[in-house]
T-cell receptor
Framework: AQSVTQPDIHITVSEGASLELRCNYS??????LFWYVQSPGQGLQLLLK??????LVQGIKGFEAEFKRSQSSFNLRKPSVHWSDAAEYFC????????????FGTGTQLKVEL | KAGVTQTPRYLIKTRGQQVTLSCSPI?????VSWYQQTPGQGLQFLFE???????NKGNFPGRFSGRQFSNSRSEMNVSTLELGDSALYLC???????????FGPGTRLLVL
């Protein structure tokens, strides 16, 4: 069965510093990979996705992620964090079973210090 | 284009009651999926619908059910509510199956 691991539950960075959020997945085939962000009391907003092709994908809000098959990783990066980036970030893999089911990681809570 | 909308946004119920949540997908999207989010279990897949047919179901008891209408709008129903059903229920839509899903703001359900 597929699974996603986000090893960091909480991360604190200073505004202007770089950011990397880790995501490791377990999946039997070529995965579809996603990063979503959730602000308090809100739904999930898609940051970026990887389906195939170039392993470095660009997303919204200046985020990027790199797919590394050999490491089963899909880490999210941003060169300079803004205070408004404080939120919870979820990595997801899927869909599976011929349908739309996404399997999510447990999330990483990002705090930005001014 | 309007995003995924969910109604109501907040709901308070008591144990034993039932509840119906509604989701309107992005215009033109035919696939709707539902997820439950709780602090303890995280984001868990409930079920998905495409062209009014349930295609996939997560590991939830039969008290959780859903349906999709011909206009792609979807409802989910939870009967005989339990305290543990308190959660944020998220709906997501996509154009077709196995395409990018876009999420609504969620319905926060509190069971007392």
């Amino acid at each position: 069965a597929q699974s996603v691991t986000q090893p960091d539950i909480h991360i604190t960075v200073s505004e202007g510093a770089s950011l990397e959020l880790r995501c490791n997945y377990s999946y039997g085939a070529t995965p579809y990979l996603f990063w979503y962000v959730q602000s308090p009391g809100q739904g999930l907003q898609l940051l970026l996705k990887y389906f195939s092709g170039d392993t470095l994908v660009q997303g919204i809000k200046g985020f990027e992620a790199e797919f590394k098959r050999s490491q089963s990783s899909f880490n999210l990066r941003k060169p300079s964090v803004h205070w408004s980036d404080a939120a919870e970030y979820f990595c997801a893999v899927g869909p599976t079973g011929g349908g739309n089911k996404l399997t999510f990681g447990t999330g990483t809570q990002l705090k930005v210090e001014l | 284009k309007a995003g995924v909308t969910q109604t109501p946004r907040y709901l308070i119920k008591t144990r034993g009651q039932q509840v119906t949540l509604s989701c309107s997908p992005i215009s033109g999207h035919r696939s709707v999926s539902w997820y439950q989010q709780t602090p303890g279990q995280g984001l868990q897949f409930l079920f998905e619908y495409f062209s009014e047919t349930q295609r996939n179901k997560g590991n939830f008891p039969g008290r959780f059910s859903g349906r999709q209408f011909s206009n792609s709008r979807s409802e989910m129903n939870v009967s005989t509510l339990e305290l543990g059903d308190s959660a944020l229920y998220l709906c997501a839509s996509s154009l077709e199956v196995q395409e990018t899903q876009y999420f609504g703001p969620g319905t926060r359900l509190l069971v007392l």
